[in-house]
């Protein structure tokens, strides 16, 4: 609907149509949040959604996209699509040097629909929502995210890392060439992802109790489904570490426009004296410096390894905006 006397025009869009301007990549529009995809959003509407309808704001001047809002509407508080249990952080999707514009119209909007409040978060300090409400809000620091700039290649990679991790990386390497035939390889293609997310899921449930008390049986089904979903789309990419033929480690990545995201991981106990959860980070690092990746995300969690093989601290934060 039209706002009176506002050039702007906001509809609800349902999430086929979304999807479908995602699959026709939109000119002009930023879709550089992955857990703001519509094969991202789709599966966790399905399994954590409950009878929530979502509410997917269209924003046009003129006919031109300025960007969506994927919503979800509790009485008069608003919230982007998901939860930081499950998504690392969120966004709004905006055309570049629109975003002004966008949020005065979906605040005006927003607005008369009788939604008082916005949660966001956990926001990155790159993200639109960020930049647009951090000085307007109320934020704090929820959490922190690491990330890596690959290099064009792996020697330089390990020059790059300091003198005392680069000795360790090596090391541990050297030991597990030395303890036996290894090999790391990839899965990517949907019609092996099922059984792929099977020894994926039980090197996850092995490798720590917490991981284990996590993974529940909807939480499962989650993981399942988001798997199938992203692999529809070229976006999934599990790495196993294998020791003698036995699956020791495993990666689940999600890559997009030349990032590979670093979602979870998992590791077999038998193996942890050398090290295979560590390792198998590491060569999935490789596998994408020599693959041309350009971005290595560790995703949100300051667990100790990801600063010692290279990542640079992200801050994430949550917001909340009265309207």
């Given at each position: 609907?039209?706002?009176?006397?506002?050039?702007?025009?906001?509809?609800?869009?349902?999430?086929?149509?979304?999807?479908?301007?995602?699959?026709?990549?939109?000119?002009?529009?930023?879709?550089?949040?992955?857990?703001?995809?519509?094969?991202?959003?789709?599966?966790?509407?399905?399994?954590?959604?409950?009878?929530?309808?979502?509410?997917?704001?269209?924003?046009?001047?003129?006919?031109?996209?300025?960007?969506?809002?994927?919503?979800?509407?509790?009485?008069?508080?608003a919230s982007l699509?998901?939860?930081?249990d499950v998504c690392?952080?969120?966004?709004?999707?905006?055309?570049?040097?629109?975003?002004?514009?966008?949020?005065?119209?979906?605040?005006?909007?927003?607005?008369?629909?009788?939604?008082m409040a916005l949660?966001?978060?956990?926001?990155?300090?790159?993200?639109?929502?960020?930049?647009?409400?951090?000085?307007?809000?109320?934020?704090?620091?929820?959490?922190?995210?690491?990330?890596?700039?690959?290099?064009?290649?792996?020697?330089?990679?390990?020059?790059?890392?300091?003198?005392?991790?680069?000795?360790?990386?090596?090391?541990?390497?050297?030991?597990?060439?030395?303890?036996?035939?290894?090999?790391?390889?990839?899965?990517?293609?949907?019609?092996?992802?099922?059984?792929?997310?099977?020894?994926?899921?039980?090197?996850?449930?092995?490798?720590?109790?917490?991981?284990?008390?996590?993974?529940?049986?909807?939480?499962?089904?989650?993981?399942?489904?988001?798997?199938?979903?992203?692999?529809?789309?070229?976006?999934?990419?599990?790495?196993?570490?294998?020791?003698?033929?036995?699956?020791?480690?495993?990666?689940?990545?999600?890559?997009?426009?030349?990032?590979?995201?670093?979602?979870?991981?998992?590791?077999?106990?038998?193996?942890?004296?050398?090290?295979?959860?560590?390792?198998?980070?590491?060569?999935?690092?490789?596998?994408?410096?020599?693959?041309?990746?350009?971005?290595?995300?560790?995703?949100?969690?300051?667990?100790?390894?990801?600063?010692?093989?290279?990542?640079?601290?992200?801050?994430?934060?949550?917001?909340?905006?009265?309207?």
């Amino acid at each position: 609907m039209n706002q009176s006397g506002s050039p702007y025009i906001v509809t609800r869009e349902t999430l086929e149509a979304f999807s479908a301007c995602w699959s026709g990549e939109r000119a002009g529009m930023q879709w550089s949040c992955i857990f703001m995809l519509p094969p991202w959003i789709e599966p966790w509407l399905e399994h954590f959604g409950g009878s929530r309808e979502p509410h997917i704001y269209k924003i046009t001047e003129g006919g031109k996209l300025l960007g969506f809002a994927p919503l979800l509407v509790h009485d008069a508080e608003a919230s982007l699509i998901g939860s930081p249990d499950v998504c690392d952080y969120l966004d709004f999707i905006v055309a570049p040097d629109r975003r002004d514009q966008f949020f005065t119209a979906l605040v005006a909007h927003l607005r008369q629909q009788g939604i008082m409040a916005l949660d966001l978060g956990p926001l990155r300090p790159d993200s639109a929502a960020q930049a647009y409400f951090g000085c307007r809000g109320s934020c704090a620091q929820e959490d922190i995210s690491y990330e890596l700039e690959l290099p064009a290649g792996w020697d330089r990679y390990l020059n790059d890392l300091d003198v005392q991790q680069r000795h360790e990386v090596r090391r541990k390497l050297r030991r597990l060439e030395e303890a036996g035939r290894f090999a790391y390889r990839s899965v990517d293609a949907p019609e092996a992802i099922d059984a792929a997310m099977e020894v994926f899921l039980h090197l996850f449930m092995i490798s720590r109790p917490d991981k284990n008390a996590f993974m529940t049986a909807a939480m499962e089904a989650f993981f399942r489904s988001l798997a199938r979903s992203m692999a529809l789309r070229g976006l999934v990419r599990l790495g196993f570490l294998d020791i003698d033929g036995a699956p020791a480690a495993a990666v689940m990545c999600f890559e997009y426009r030349g990032t590979v995201y670093l979602y979870n991981s998992g590791f077999d106990p038998r193996f942890r004296h050398l090290n295979a959860g560590l390792l198998c980070k590491v060569l999935s690092i490789r596998d994408s410096i020599e693959r041309g990746k350009k971005v290595y995300d560790f995703l949100k969690g300051a667990e100790i390894y990801k600063q010692r093989l290279g990542g640079r601290p992200v801050p994430l934060q949550r917001c909340r905006v009265l309207l």
